[in-house]
């Protein structure tokens, strides 16, 4: 799988300036993530090794935060393994995009789960699919309202690029499952979004809050049943359309979707730039 880099602007105070520094992510399969790299701008090639690693460590350190308590606000089911979450906010603000580890607070495992809310919502959500034999997602069904949870986050890189939002530049978010929950938060968040969103699914019946979403901008890829609105995988859809050569492209989901939707694309023109991915498994 292409590397995926994700450039990230970091305030580096240094000799009573600030320095803006590019620092790049490596995405890997299965959610591992590899430290950050750094790329040295152009321009800042004066800056040492050490005191560009140690900006990084700096920025780790930050980003590690102790875990926090929540309340379970309210448990609202979409279909019989597919629920959502809603958690109490305490003032936690994230990016569109991004995820939180999550757990009982009676349990130490945790799970990596996209935050599904805007961030203009009171308060969390989270969309959750029970995995059969699976620990926590079937763990956290069981919860009542009130029950805690633990939270440590928000994390990750997967939000859009600020500039290409002002620059109302197109996007395709493409989807498996509740790889939807990230690309929900986008358009919740980002008013006049120009987004195409393929949401691959095996039953129309999977199709979570499609009202949300334009009806014009969201197509249901069903393999299942006829009910949606394209009969057949997201790589399908993706192999049988053309898309705007300026399109930037979003996958979240399972690691073989997006493996061959991003082949896909590369062989349709798109440059690794494009394309940006964050697999669930
Ligand atoms: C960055 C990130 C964000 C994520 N966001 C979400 C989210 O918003 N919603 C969500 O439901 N999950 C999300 N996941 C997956 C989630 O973290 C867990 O892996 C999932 O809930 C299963 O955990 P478990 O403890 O129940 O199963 P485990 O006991 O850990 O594993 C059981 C098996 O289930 C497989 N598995 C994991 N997820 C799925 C799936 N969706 N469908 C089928 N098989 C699966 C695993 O590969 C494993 O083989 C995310 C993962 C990552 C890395």
């Not at 980003?63 to 279909?79: A, D, V």
């Not at 694309?265 to 940006?276: I, M, T, W």
């Amino acid at each position: 799988m292409q590397p995926h880099l994700t450039p990230w602007s970091v305030r580096l105070a240094r000799s009573g300036r600030q320095v803006f520094i590019l620092v790049t992510r490596v995405r890997i399969p299965y959610g591992l993530q590899k430290p950050p790299k750094i790329n040295v701008l152009r321009g800042f090639s004066f800056l040492p090794q050490w005191l560009m690693a140690f900006s990084c460590l700096t920025l780790n350190l930050k980003n590690m935060q102790s875990p926090t308590e929540h309340k379970l606000l309210g448990i609202r089911n979409l279909t019989e393994s597919t629920y959502i979450l809603e958690v109490g906010r305490k003032g936690m603000s994230f990016e569109p995009g991004q995820h939180i580890l999550m757990g009982r607070s009676d349990s130490i495992h945790k799970r990596e789960y996209s935050i599904y809310s805007g961030n203009n919502n009171e308060n969390l959500e989270l969309l959750i699919k029970e995995i059969e034999d699976g620990m926590v997602s079937k763990s956290l069904k069981k919860l009542s309202v009130g029950d805690s949870l633990e939270i440590e986050g928000p994390l990750g890189f997967f939000g859009l690029d600020k500039k290409a939002v002002e620059q109302k530049k197109k996007f395709l978010f493409v989807a498996s499952g509740t790889g939807i929950a990230p690309f929900h938060s986008m358009v919740k968040s980002i008013p006049g979004l120009d987004y195409t969103l393929l949401h691959g699914v095996r039953y129309s019946s999977e199709a979570y809050e499609k009202e949300t979403y334009d009806s014009e901008k969201y197509v249901l890829c069903t393999t299942g049943d006829e009910d949606g609105d394209f009969h057949g995988r997201v790589t399908d859809y993706i192999q049988q359309h053309k898309f705007d050569k300026d399109t930037i492209c979003y996958f979240c989901g399972n690691f073989n979707m997006i493996k061959d939707a991003m082949d896909l694309l590369s062989k349709k023109g798109f440059s690794s730039e494009q394309l940006h991915a964050e697999v669930y498994f």
